[in-house]
């Protein structure tokens, strides 16, 4: 009975102790490099803790990539797009420098804005080749006005004079300065927003 009390205190205080150790640290060469089998796992003596230097955990996967998002296009009509000149000028009115601002804003305000178009037209009135002259002399005002008050660089946009507009029906109007009244929506530069592309 003494014989079989001891054998069970020895195998309680046995199990005891192997419930209280630590696991024990990965074994180290004398270079302090864990050593590691045929099977490249470190050798150790008992187990591992689940934070053991030798088996770290994986580095958290990397975040996914952020949508590329593109700004809205801005809604400008033609008509908001479109400057008018005197006849026989290509000086900037009034009225075209303050649309001329209006657009500068928009521009400077929209991302999504990445080039412009710009095109200018005569009236009717005059020869081909100095309405073409004209037109090139039109388009070059309203250039250098909105390159020097937008983030945008016009000297690499298309800019085109195309000479006399499409008719806008005054053949028949009597009189030269009613026709040059009725041509006037013909004298204009049109600027044409380019956007960025969706991604």
């Not at 004398?30 to 590691?36: M, P, Q, R, S, T």
């Not at 809205?72 to 009225?95: G, H, I, M, N, W």
């Amino acid at each position: 009975m003494k014989k079989l009390l001891l054998t069970t205190l020895a195998t309680f205080m046995l199990t005891s102790t192997f419930a209280m150790a630590e696991p024990e640290k990965p074994a180290y060469d004398k270079h302090d490099g864990f050593i590691v089998d045929k099977h490249g796992e470190c050798v150790r003596t008992k187990w591992m803790k689940a934070d053991d230097p030798c088996n770290p955990t994986p580095p958290p996967p990397p975040p996914a990539p952020k949508p590329v998002v593109v700004a809205p296009a801005p809604k400008v009509s033609l008509e908001q797009r479109t400057v008018y000149f005197d006849f026989d000028s290509a000086e900037l009115t009034a009225d075209a420098t303050s649309k001329l601002n209006n657009l500068s804003q928009i521009i400077n305000n929209s991302s999504a804005i990445r080039d412009v178009q710009i095109v200018g037209f005569t009236d009717q009135f005059g020869s081909d080749s100095y309405n073409m002259a004209l037109s090139k002399r039109r388009v070059k005002s309203v250039e250098d006005y909105l390159d020097q008050r937008s983030r945008l660089d016009t000297q690499a946009a298309d800019i085109r004079g195309l000479g006399k507009a499409p008719k806008t029906g005054c053949d028949s109007v009597k009189g030269r300065e009613d026709k040059i009244a009725c041509m006037q929506k013909e004298r204009r530069v049109e600027i044409e927003f380019k956007f960025q592309e969706a991604r």
